[in-house]
């Protein structure tokens, strides 16, 4: 009679992936964990707005120019704003998203990041 894998003849084919799973995982959070500490600084209408965003999404700086200022366009300001911080945040999910693909062999893992 053939051994089922998932009987105790399989047992140590088990925790194998049992260890491999964690060792993954433990991989996964230190990655995380590093690129939620890094920075990213995007720019929009040629460098008139600024944005730094970290990994994990929290934005740490906006920088206006001066220039860009008009009290009677002030809907131009917020468009250059909207676009720098979405890119920013695009960069931040695609940075991730990278780093994660490194550990899961670009395994696709809805929810995980």
Do not use: C, H, W
């Amino acid at each position: 009679m053939a051994k089922n894998k998932f009987t105790m003849g399989g047992a140590p084919n088990m925790n194998n992936m049992i260890r491999q799973a964690q060792k993954m995982q433990a991989e996964m959070e230190k990655i995380q964990a590093e690129v939620e500490e890094k920075t990213i600084e995007t720019t929009a209408g040629g460098g008139m707005v600024t944005v730094t965003i970290k990994g994990n999404k929290e934005i740490v700086a906006v920088k206006i120019n001066p220039e860009v200022v008009d009290p009677d366009d002030v809907e131009t300001l917020e468009d250059l704003i909207l676009v720098a911080v979405n890119d920013a945040v695009k960069q931040a999910s695609d940075l991730m998203e990278q780093s994660m693909g490194r550990v899961t062999g670009n395994l696709s893992m809805p929810g995980l990041f």
